[in-house]
């Protein structure tokens, strides 16, 4: 809900598409992604993996994890944002270059217009896998607690903002950190930006690794460019097993 009463009436202010409604094509299978995702693994995630994190936190007497969990608490957050996105990004990008993980990723990229719902369609196996790149170095380097909720509750907005119907730029500030423009561009089936612009907050990740794509005009089309992912949400969760059996 409140979620909703942010983007909504944002995307309504400055929209990149002023066309496009707020029931677009395919809302109804995104609100029901937003449902299991959200309310459902995101909480779980949320109630499991945060208190093994404090367990572990606890328990271990390693140096190191204590050195970093005695950092002030900004520090220790823009250190994971380096951390995760490191991860993220090459587990985004096999997702891109892997033909078999494509299949799995191709549900996130099957929408065809943009907007901040359109961030909750996600094949489960994909959001495990982030989980799994995520926390782990989270896990191993023992953050603090409250600088891992921060950047939770941090990183779950930023990710629904940079698929938002909006067209704020941001000057210099997009070649620091993702907004809507660079993420939009990433979903663009347009060739000069298929297979780009990776990184989930940090684009200095696409830059080093030479996957970049930020021309001065704004991405209009997307989807997948194969467009054969279905449209329903059981659909979709049994594209990629469909796929792998068929051989396609
Ligand atoms: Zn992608
Ligand atoms: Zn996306």
Avoid at 120 to 147: D, K, M, Q, T
Avoid at 218 to 243: C, H, K, M, W
Wanted: proline residues 6%; aromatic residues 16%.
């Amino acid at each position: 809900m409140i979620l909703a009463l942010v983007f909504i009436p944002l995307e309504r202010a400055f929209p990149k598409d002023p066309e496009q409604k707020v029931l677009r094509k395919g809302w109804v299978t995104d609100l029901k992604y937003f449902m299991v995702s959200h309310l459902g693994i995101q909480l779980i995630s949320f109630f499991t993996i945060i208190p093994i994190q404090v367990y572990l936190h606890q328990a271990s007497n390693w140096e190191l994890q204590q050195w970093i969990a005695a950092q002030p608490i900004w520090l220790q957050f823009i250190e994971i944002l380096l951390v995760v996105d490191f991860g993220t990004y090459w587990i985004h990008r096999a997702m891109h270059e892997v033909p078999a993980l494509w299949k799995i990723h191709a549900v996130h990229h099957s929408t065809e217009q943009m907007d901040w719902l359109a961030s909750s369609r996600l094949h489960v196996l994909e959001i495990l896998a982030n989980r799994f790149a995520g926390y782990l170095p989270i896990f191993i380097l023992g953050f603090a607690p409250s600088a891992v909720y921060a950047y939770l509750v941090f990183v779950s907005f930023h990710a629904i903002f940079i698929h938002a119907n909006v067209r704020l730029r941001f000057p210099v500030l997009r070649w620091l950190i993702a907004t809507p423009e660079f993420h939009h561009w990433h979903h663009s089936s347009e060739d000069a930006a298929v297979d780009k612009n990776y990184a989930g907050f940090l684009p200095v990740y696409d830059v080093l690794f030479g996957t970049t794509y930020l021309p001065t005009t704004t991405a209009s089309r997307y989807g997948t460019r194969s467009n054969d992912v279905p449209e329903g949400i059981v659909g979709q969760f049994l594209y990629p097993f469909r796929s792998w059996l068929s051989g396609k």
